[in-house]
Nanobody
């Protein structure tokens, strides 16, 4: 399994970015695809996820601003981030969850830096 995240960058507050995570061999094989973020010295935080069935969920701090979409044909999951705030600055990671219950296994991609200036 390989996850390749991209799309990070530098943006001013109020701006937008779209992150992409390309999974191989196929995102359809995963129960859920998630986006996390991490600030140096802090724990990695779940930003949001989309299940294989298309159900999405988000942390309260990004609701109404961020959205996750999956394109099964492209094996890609997107994180659309609008109205970005300086506190959104972090390294963003995508995660694929394989299996359920005791067979659950996470796969992580490399991070992509998002920096939001005030």
């Amino acid at each position: 399994v390989q996850l390749q995240a991209s799309g990070g960058g530098f943006v001013q507050a109020g701006g937008s970015l779209r992150l992409s995570c390309v999974a191989s061999p196929s995102i359809s094989s995963f129960v859920a695809m998630s986006w996390y973020r991490q600030v140096p010295g802090e724990q990695r935080e779940l930003v949001g996820l989309v299940t294989r069935g298309g159900i999405t969920n988000y942390v309260d701090s990004v609701k109404g601003r961020f959205s996750i979409a999956r394109d099964n044909a492209k094996n890609t999951v997107y994180l659309q981030m609008n109205n970005l705030k300086p506190e959104d600055t972090a390294v963003y990671y995508c995660k694929a969850t394989e299996g359920t219950g005791v067979t659950t296994r996470p796969w992580w991609g490399q991070g992509t830096q998002v920096t939001v200036s005030s």
